[in-house]
């Protein structure tokens, strides 16, 4: 395996060439960010490989969105990464309309490939955005909901704030919020528990390189934010949002809605 910081570096493990390096293209220097881009080409491998009850929380997160919208909702997937949430979405709810935002450029890519090859002219539009930045919500359409999974506890407290204030400007009213995030609650180790979980799946992934690369970036770069389900379920309610409540819960794992 190479492993190279110099841009136009290739990373290559097995057959697979990773991506070549863009460092400087890229929007934002959120290491978050940067540690996506990077590999988003075998994000999916290692994803849905290693994250414990990673395709369980997108079906439930498909669910929700079939019992609380109508059948042709406008969706916006905060952080769609290679657009797993959205479709999985348009397996229940196929007339559903998504607008992509993500930091990185090359997963926005990967979403838009994805989702337009299955599902012809259900993406209606995409921005490579920092939500941590000010102005990510501008020019965004009006929707029925926002979906964003396994991105906003990369955020700050600040910025986490901040991007509930914004999401709940851009939703129409009665529209919702759906969420899966991780959680750390006082008195218990769940995160220690689902990482110990997540070690044992990635010693099973055959392809070692690809698990060795996606761990080594992400524990260099990746940083993650935690608090309990009930303080941001407090930040949520300040922001505007009502019926909040948890609909799945996996150890830290949790996917929480709110409405407008
Ligand atoms: C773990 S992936 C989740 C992707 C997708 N939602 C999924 O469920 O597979 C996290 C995604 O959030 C994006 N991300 C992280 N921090 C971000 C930020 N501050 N602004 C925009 N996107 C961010 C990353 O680029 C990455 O695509």
């Given at each position: ?8 570096r290739?990373?290559?493990?097995s ?8 460092r400087g293209?890229l ?13 988003f ?5 290692f ?8 395709a ?11 019992r ?5 909702p406008i969706?916006?997937?905060l952080g769609?990464g290679?657009?797993?949430a959205?479709a ?14 993500d930091?990185?450029a090359?997963?926005?890519d990967?979403?838009k490939?994805k989702?337009?090859m ?6 209606i539009?995409?921005?490579?955005a920092?939500?941590?930045?000010d ?6 359409p009006?929707c ?5 999974t ?17 999401c709940?400007?851009v939703?129409?009213p ?8 991780a959680?750390?609650?006082?008195e218990?180790?769940m995160?220690?528990?689902?990482e ?19 761990s ?5 770069h990746?940083?993650h934010?935690y608090c309990?389900?009930s ?8 922001a ?13 794992l949790?996917l ?5």
């Open positions: 395996m190479q492993c190279s910081k110099k841009p136009g290739i990373y290559q493990q057959n697979i060439v990773i991506k070549e390096l863009r293209t929007m934002s220097q959120d290491p978050t960010i940067e540690c996506y881009d990077l590999h080409a075998v994000y999916d491998s994803q849905f490989a290693a994250i414990p009850q990673y369980t929380s997108l079906d439930i997160t498909a669910m929700a969105i079939e609380y919208l109508d059948p042709n969706i916006i997937d769609c290679t657009g797993n959205s999985e979405i348009l397996e229940k709810v196929p007339e559903a309309k998504f607008f992509l935002i930091g990185s090359s997963m926005i990967a979403a490939k989702l337009e299955n599902s012809p002219g259900a993406v539009g995409a921005h490579v920092d939500l941590s930045a102005r990510w919500h501008e020019d965004l009006d029925d909901a926002i979906v964003s396994f991105v906003l506890e990369h955020l700050d407290f600040k910025s986490y704030r901040a991007v509930l204030e914004r709940h400007e939703l129409r009665g529209g919702w919020l759906i969420v899966v995030e959680y750390v609650e006082e218990s180790n995160l220690g528990w689902f110990e979980l997540m070690e044992g799946k990635k010693s099973l992934i055959e392809d070692s390189k690809l698990a060795d690369f996606v080594m970036l992400r524990s260099k990746e940083v934010y309990s389900k303080q941001k379920a407090s930040w949520w309610r300040e505007g949002f009502d019926n909040v409540h948890v609909i799945w819960q996996y150890l830290c949790g929480m809605a709110g409405q407008k």
